[in-house]
Structures are given as C-alpha cells and as structure tokens.
C-alpha cells in the first residue's frame, strides 16, 4: 500500500485558511476487483480490505487518514477555544436517579471531568455517599468502563461487567459491598446480557469464546444462559437454556423480585420476544412457554405470587399493561391493568400498594399514580416540555426517586411521597450553561407523503428569523428508539454561539408507539430519509436557517440516516457528520450481532429487500457530485457497528466528491461505539467535530 501523499504542507495550510480543498490530498485508498453477485445484479465492491481491521494494510489507512483529519482540524485557530469551553461546560456535578436494594441506596456520581461515573452507596439519602466501585481506577486512560450490573436481593453483592475500550465484550466481576472487596469470581465472553441474581449467585448469558484475531468482528451465535456460583470457576457455571436450532437467537435472564421464578426473553433481532417462565421452587419444574412467537414486546415489571403484570405491545402499538397467571397463561386469559390509551406508554413501576405510570405525550413526559387495578388517583406534576429519564420504586417502600431532563437543563433528581402525594428536589447540577437564556418550542410539519411529523427547537430567546441562523439537525428515526427531550453538553457551545438546535421525532422511532416504528422499517425506510430531508426544508422555509448555514449529524442507525440523507440530497446541508454510521447495507448482517437489525432493515439475501436496500445504501449510492464537508466519526474498536461502514464510506466519498468540500474521517483510537468512552475523550472528539462545523458554517468562535 502506498503512504500518505502529503506533499507540500504550506499548500494544504493554504488551502485550508482560503476555505477551498479542491488540492487536499487524501490518503491513497486502493481499488480491488471486487464484485458480488445479489440475485442478478453485480455489485462492486472495491475497498473490501478495509474490512479486515487486523491487516497491517488497514492500520496504516487508518493512521495515514487521521493525520490528514487532524492536519485539516490544527488549522482551526479556535479548535482549542472549543475545547476549553466544552470542559468548562462538563465540569459540572453529576448524578443518577438513586435506587435501594436491601438496606442500602445506590447511584452513580462524577464530579465533574471523571472519565467515568463512580459507583456509591449510601445509608440514607442525607447521609454522604461512600465509593462502592471506581472504574477509573481500572485503567491508566480512562478507557475501561462499567457495562452492566446486579445488586443481591440482601444488598450483600454486587455482580458488575467491565468493557475494555468501548467493545460489547464484558467481563463479569463479583464486590462484596460490605468489605468492599472483589471476589475471585471472573465470568468472561460475556455480551448484551444483564446479570440476575439467585440466591448464591446469578443467570448472565454469553457466547463461546471466539478466535483471537476474529473478536471484534466475528458474527456472534448461539447465545446462552449460565447460572455461575459465587466462589466457582467459570467452567463450572450450569448451562441453564440453549437453542442448538437457531444460532442467531439471543437470551437473557430475569429473576422476579422475591427470587421465586425465573424467566427468559428470546429474540432474533433488536424487537420483538419470546418468554417463557420457570417456578425456582423445585429444580426439576421446567420452563412454561408464555409467548413463543416474536411478534411483541414483553417485560414482567412485577409478580404478586404467581401473577405476573406484564408490559407489552400486544394488540396495543402504544403498550399497556396487563396482569398474567401461570394458572392458564394463554394470551386470551391475560386482564389489561393500564390498557392502552392515546398516549404512547413508555415506562411502568410499582410504588408500595400503587402504580407508577410514565407516558409520552406528543414527545414529552407525563406521570400517573394508579391503584393496583389502573384507575388513575393523580397526576404527579413536571415542569413543561421535559423527559422523565428514570423512575425508581419499589412494592417495599411508599417513595420514589425520579429525574426530569430538558433540551436546556441537565438532569435533576427528585423524591415523591406517596402518602403526602409530594415531590421534592434532591439535587440539581450546577453548570455554567445559562439555561434561563433559551427556550425550547416544539413544531409539527408534514413529511413528503403528508405525514405529520413533531421536530423541537432550541435556540436563544429572541433570535431574529432572518434565514441566516447557523443550524445544527440531529436525527435518529430507528429501532423503535425515542429521542426525546435530553441535555446534551456538547450542545450547548453551539448554542451559546447563536445556533438552532433541532430534533426531528422521525419515523422508525418509538416516540408514538409500534406503527411509529413500523412505517420506518425495511422498504418503509425511506419515509425516514423524507422525515429528515423535509424538516431541514421546512426550517429553510420558514426562516430559521439556509441550506448554507445548515448540519446534519446522527449516530449509528442516525450515521445511516445522514449517509442516505447526504447522498439523496447533496445539496441539503453545508455540513454533514455520519457518527458510528451502518453504510453498507448489502453487508452489515455479516458482523458481529449485525444480522439481529435485519427486522428493521431487511437484508440483502431476500430480493424484494434487497432492491429497497441497495437503492438507499449509503455506500453503492455516492456519485460524482459536490457533497456537503463531511467529517465521519468512528472508533476502532467498534464492534457494533465495524468501522469498516466508514472506512469504505470515506473512501468512496474521497474518491468521487467532485467539489471543494473536505471529506475527512476520524477514527478514534481504543474507542467503540459509544457507551463507556470516557470523558477526556468524549471532549475530544465533540471538540474536532464542533470546530469543523464552526468552521464550515462560517462561524467565528
């Protein structure tokens, strides 16, 4: 492979500072004879190498294009003023809603610039919080993080999983929360399983060990469920459930409440389930079969003997919650408790004897006390256009802990009594953003097909409409996903520097309940690409902002979305930033836990799903046109979504781009798809991606 062709710093310094590119240099990417064969039509598919992200040859692509990204980014003169300002604005106390398993409350905190929240416990909620688990302490760089956990019914153990720069994998370690001392207990090839606890130990679910070479893109079959024994080996943990028929199925574990019945979720994508539940009391009783299809969504949120209450989209698109007895737990016996109503019901707990109901209306957050029958007792006010992120209750206690989030205040925490029927304030974070200078408006527009889509808005009070506002649109519309209103921190240096921050509520989410979703899904996917390109059009017609003064970002099945957005509509926005992005959609089923998005997305081996895939795929649809500056952001330890979607991605952009605008790409070095990057890197990588904005939207920071 031939090295990075730089040949003349002085020209590209140029270059950048006059805002033309027409002579950036790119790293050479090779072309390869490559052409499949989908049901009659060859595909080429030249940059198949970079999938290999073990070949020397890719390692020298990836460095070779950061420091072109990087060469680009240095020439920024306030790339370093963004940076300071962004670690201003995240030094901030921060918090998670507390929870109380046996005598002790628990939550997360971080003091402000901590790579990675600290795990406490406390006695009482005025007592001080003591660190139960730092996961700073288990790397130099910051780069190991938390990754899912379980608390003993006694409050005696905690099981935690560990995550080593941003990778699925997780190890399962076991804390004695008393000693505070870690148990010789390892459980490891542990992924996108939870950890429930029984008695002396818990149920996790994994896959065998894969190839050393192969770990971060191996495609991920036959998911299992193991109990592991405090004390024991790993190889000695009991295999509990397996399907040697179908190898692309996942399980996980989950243990009622008063440690009585086991029950287990099946599925074979990202939606839809089956469950089954198993009474613990004798071991030889075996699994009852309670849906067997994975047509719905099911969660048992609590069991009162052998009455289990359900949350489910069973004949109800916007959930409702129902009651199921083992007696005869056939779907036509089941007794809808909170049955479904207009609005979308997102979240349901038990408080003491009542019920705690969280439903979305038009996209923001309403509480609800019920009795144990679902008659609504009252209303628990919040303040506006707010996202309830988490309610925490128990049937032991007659209080709850809940946070409220807004587009311009970051997460506050409070406590309700159920008997005084009152919420008080228990923390709120101090943060340098002046949230009182913003308003936030939520707008409905109609989408190419007429559709009626809900978009908010967040800008300074007082902006003057005048179609020359820097704008910034982020958009997701998958995976029966809500985006909902949320404080982003990096958000709001592009706000105090004058910007519109915008979110489309696309189709393809779950912000109004499973036909939200459905009409995004498969061939129905494009309604999401016209959802996107029609808000971008309806705030140019409407003043907010002009194609010119525009950037569009989304992360993962977003990174998809802009991928097509950007090149179905080149001229859409100035600014484009595909994050983590799915790109090849003739190939992604072939990686990793790819094959399980097939329900969204369809898959190249079916033909009727095979043309509407190959006719949106970012990848096979760029053409010689001017795109808009495109700077795609990745990590090389993404095994969720490869990096190698946005290796080939920038590669073919690189290549056949014919206007001035840069096409970089970032790949962020032991980092993954998202979860657990910690905090120094995070402002990094929000640092270069907002000074390329600023900077091709003619922003002076």
Excluded at 359 to 374: A, D, E, I, R, T
Excluded at 491 to 512: D, H, M, Q, S, T
Excluded at 608 to 630: G, M, Q, R
Aim: with cysteine.
């Amino acid at each position: 492979m031939k090295v990075l062709k730089v040949a003349l710093i002085g020209l590209l310094f140029t270059c950048f500072c006059s805002n033309t590119y027409s002579q950036m240099n790119y790293p050479e990417s090779k072309i390869v004879k490559q052409k499949d064969t989908y049901h009659g039509v060859k595909v080429e598919d030249p940059y198949r190498w970079l999938e290999d992200d073990n070949s020397q040859e890719t390692k020298i692509w990836v460095e070779n294009q950061n420091k072109v990204t990087n060469q680009y980014l240095s020439q920024i003169s306030y790339r370093e003023k963004v940076k300071e300002r962004l670690t201003s604005l995240w030094n901030f106390d921060k918090m998670s809603t507390p929870f109380k398993k046996g005598k002790l409350f628990f939550s997360f905190r971080n003091n402000g610039l901590q790579n990675q929240s600290v795990f406490c416990s406390q006695a009482s909620l005025l007592d001080n919080p003591v660190v139960l688990l730092d996961p700073n302490t288990l790397s130099k760089d910051g780069t190991t993080s938390l990754s899912g956990m379980d608390i003993s019914k006694d409050g005696n153990y905690l099981a935690y999983g560990i995550s080593k720069a941003g990778s699925d994998w997780v190890e399962i370690h076991v804390k004695n929360i008393n000693t505070k001392e870690d148990l010789k207990d390892v459980v490891k090839w542990v992924k996108f399983s939870g950890m429930a606890w029984k008695g002396n130990g818990f149920y996790y679910s994994r896959y065998d060990a894969p190839s050393d070479e192969k770990a971060f893109t191996q495609k991920n079959e036959f998911h299992k469920v193991y109990y592991h024994t405090l004390g024991t080996e790993q190889s000695q943990d009991v295999l509990v459930y397996e399907d040697k028929e179908h190898p692309n199925r996942n399980f996980s574990a989950q243990v009622t409440h008063d440690e009585s019945y086991l029950i287990i979720y099946g599925s074979e994508s990202t939606s839809g389930q089956s469950m089954m539940i198993k009474d613990l009391s004798q071991s030889h009783n075996k699994f009852i079969p309670i849906v067997s299809n994975f047509d719905n969504e099911y969660s048992v949120m609590e069991n009162i003997g052998n009455q289990f209450y359900v949350y489910t989209n069973y004949k109800a698109p916007r959930y409702k919650l129902v009651k199921v007895s083992l007696n005869n737990p056939t779907q036509d016996n089941w007794e809808d408790v909170l049955s479904q109503k207009e609005d979308l019901l997102e979240g349901v707990s038990f408080c003491g004897n009542k019920i705690i109901s969280n439903y979305l209306k038009n996209v923001s957050s309403k509480l609800y006390l019920h009795n144990m029958s679902g008659k609504i007792e009252k209303e628990i006010a919040l303040p506006g256009i707010c996202k309830v992120n988490a309610v925490n209750s128990s049937r032991e206690e007659e209080n709850a802990m809940y946070s409220i989030v807004s587009f311009t205040s970051p997460e506050e925490i409070y406590f309700y009594d159920m008997r005084a029927g009152l919420s008080r304030r228990i923390f709120k974070p101090n943060c340098s953003f002046q949230s009182n200078q913003y308003e936030t408006k939520q707008v409905f527009y109609k989408s190419k097909d007429g559709t009626k889509v809900s978009m908010f808005i967040t800008h300074k009070k007082g902006i003057e409409l005048n179609g020359n506002n820097p704008c910034f649109v982020f958009g997701y519309g998958g995976f029966n996903i809500s985006y909902t209103p949320e404080y982003r921190i990096d958000r709001a240096v592009f706000l105090e520097a004058g910007g519109i921050y915008c979110v489309p509520n696309l189709r393809g989410g779950g912000e109004y309940g499973e036909d939200w979703h459905m009409d995004g899904t498969k061939c129905k996917k494009q309604n999401v690409f016209d959802d996107f390109i029609a808000a971008c059009d309806y705030l140019v017609e409407n003043k907010y902002t002009s194609h010119e003064k525009l950037a569009i970002h989304g992360r993962s099945n977003g990174g998809l979305l802009i991928g097509a957005v950007m090149t179905q509509r080149p001229d859409i926005a100035k600014v484009a930033i595909p994050t983590v992005g799915v790109l090849d959609m003739l190939r992604f089923h072939l990686f990793t836990i790819g094959r399980a998005w097939t329900v969204d997305y369809g898959c190249s081996e079916n033909k009727d799903e095979f043309d509407c895939l190959y006719k949106y795929s970012p990848l096979h649809n760029v053409k010689n046109v001017n795109y808009p500056a495109t700077l795609i952001l990745t990590g090389d330890h993404d095994d969720r979504v490869v990096p190698a979607h946005s290796f080939k991605f920038a590669a073919t952009l690189q290549k056949n781009n014919l206007g001035k605008n840069p096409m970089l790409i970032r790949v962020d070095v032991n980092a993954g798809h998202g979860a657990g990057k910690p905090t120094d890197k995070q402002i990094a990588e929000f640092a270069d991606m907002w000074s390329f904005v600023f900077y091709n939207l003619g922003i002076s920071y």
